[in-house]
């Protein structure tokens, strides 16, 4: 894709103003911790992807680019703060200029405004992935098998496939719950249909006995065979309304009512118990509350993205795979949350079911009290039966579920006062009614039994709807996973060829016959690898902190040549082999430059041990690398050997900041100190913690150089090099001055 030809930062979060040479080749940045290294990687980032990776995701709430981005002496001025790059396109063989502000991220600046340069760098902006932090490496390694898949799908680019199967999981388990359902309400209405009828089965020879039974006293044709189509009061004329109400029936309606009643207050129900215990389990946990609101908000959000923009905060997303990404994170975050609520949602329809059996034989005694005319049951009927439905439709909503302890504690029926006595009034008015005839009973019957048969085959004809789809859907699903596990079986068999082969070379003589093995399977990808050949386990088994490291290292660059191949051209590392031990350091640069010959890396590290295995092993050079010595908040990072150090120590005093010029030539003074002894040999005391001040190594290295001069002087005198004695000692251009002076700064020595 690019190659990076030079950087200029100005105000960007540490960094108050830095140009950087990196020619198109890999470049390390080392300095102390505090230095302003992360800087440079996120200026480089932000300039590329217009995002700052270490202020998104986990632990970054109340982050933002727009209040953080800029550096912290001009939060209120974010057009201060920008990022210019060089950047250089192999494939066209042509460069450009990017200029992005942090107040403008997603606006960049970019000349020449070549239509092919522009499709680069957007392409280049859809990868934020080129930036690797310690801090995500083991993200790839000691992770949850379901969030490993989610995060290495998000790097291949392929998280569509695992969004859609938790979009297929959802469906089917939606489905499921409608199915249940269903059959819960068809097994009701069975019931009715077989206790009304007063049988044990619904075998067609038991219906054809009692029907026929009916048909028989009332003069009417007996059925032959019992089919859906079957109508069991055919042939019947309607009765008149003061002719419907049958004594018999009515009484065992009533009846029915009446015990349950009573039950209320002998038997208590567990549905109910459990919801109780689950709101308060809510009500003592603020956190989880807060988790099961957030994932209502969430859901109702993925459901209604359409495009880059948050629909609950407007905010603006690189792309909708970004967004969503980010909403399926938090949904995931939440699913302990998830998993109790369902189990709120399972209790809360079940007892639902209840309300609905109360409500049933509540609609009996309605519709008895309206035949009857009686007009005080008819009114506490209809109360108690409103309020029922108000409570079954609350029992549907979380939200109000969690209204409902008091009432679930008191007894959810709140069987209204006096009730049980009008009731059992109104059942004796019943039973105190002239017998009915035979006839009328028999016509009642039928009447009533065809009534229970249509709602019995109507729950019926649903439950088979709701089982067909609830299959459907398992069927899909199933499929999905078999497919997309077949396809990620495929894709994980190669980045496991490469992972594997990268960390042989990252453990050169130590792990040779090292294998690793990728499966995928619903939504988890489990991840084992081989331990000295004594099996396959899980990476965090029995590896060591560093072996993981190089672990996530290897197969962050395994995903990346997977997704990018020959454009993989650029990657940012900050401090990401700090657990892996020098010698595989080497090792680490042999496998990036023979491995990632045409990747341009830019590597942060506060190791300098480090800085200096990377130029030993021509990773880097002195020229495509920076020191930082330390950093202040009015400096930002402080560049050892800066050639324009003099330049800024001027322009400073010019402004009469001394405050700013002192550490500047302090911290300067330390390094051309710290270079000299290194260069000349000095000695110096050590110090095991390697903190060398100017008052220890300047004397020092003055001391050195004097020496040496001396040394020097006395070669060039004893081969008369009368050149090289002027270069050393210029004041004194004859030999007799030179050596008399000489001898002067040198009592002891003799001609």
Known sequence: MIKIVSAHIEEFRGIRKLDINLDQKSFAISGPNGSGKSGVIDAIEFALTGQIGRLTGTGTKGLSLSDHGPHVDHIKFPDAAFVELEVFFPTLGKSAKLNRKVSAPKKPKIEPNDPDILAILDQVAQHPEITLARREILKF?????????????????????????????????????????????????????????????????????????????????????????????QGLAEPTVEQSLNKSAALIELDKLAKMIAGFGQVTSPDAEALVVLIEQLENDAQLLVSLQQRELVERGLRLVDGPACPMCDHEWPDEAHLLSHLHAKQQKSKAAGELKQKLMDHASALSSEVGNLKALLLEAHRIAKIENAADMLTSVLGWGKNLASLQERLTSFSTILELKDRLTSGWPAIPEGFEAKLTAFEGAIRAKPDQSATL?????????????????????????????????KVAYDAWCAAMESELDALYEAVEDDFSNFYRVLNDGDEQKFVARFKATEGRLDFD???????????????????????????????????????????????????????????????????FRNTQFVIATHDKVW???????????????MVFDSWSVDTGPLVESNPEIWAEIDAALAKGKVEVAAPILRRHMEFVSRLLADQLGAQTVFKADNSYDLGGLLPSAMSRLSNLLGKAFDSAQSWRVSDLLCMIDPVHASPKGSMNDHLERNPGRTA
């Open 441 to 473: 009973a028999a016509q009642s019957f039928l009447i009533n039994a065809e009534q229970r048969f249509m709602d019995y085959k109507a729950a019926r004809k649903i439950e088979k709807g709701a089982q067909k789809a609830r299959d459907a859907a």
């Open 529 to 595: 690898v081989n331990f000295y050949g004594r099996g396959l386990y899980p990476p965090g088994a029995f590896h060591s902190e560093g072996h993981q490291d190089g672990m996530g290292v290897c197969l962050y660059l395994a995903l990346m040549k997977r997704l990018l191949g020959d454009s993989f051209t650029v990657a940012l590392l900050d401090d990401v082999v700090m657990s892996v031990d020098a010698d595989h350091r080497y090792q680490f640069c042999k496998l990036l430059m023979t491995e």
């Open 141 to 233: 390694i000691l992770v949850e098998p379901t969030k490993r898949s989610a995060q290495i799908q998000e790097i291949l680019k392929i998280d569509e496939l695992g969004q859609t199967r938790s979009a297929l999981y959802t469906a089917s388990g939606k489905l499921n719950q409608a199915a249940i359902a269903a059959e819960k309400d068809a097994q009701n209405k069975k019931m009715t249909l077989l206790q009304h009828l007063g049988i044990a089965s619904l075998s067609a020879a038991e219906v054809l006995e009692v029907v026929n039974a009916k048909r028989e006293l009332l003069g009417l044709a007996h059925h032959g065979n019992m089919t859906a189509e079957t109508i069991i009061d």
């Open 611 to 625: 800085a200096e295995q990377m130029r030993s092993a021509k990773l880097v050079t002195r020229k495509t690398s």
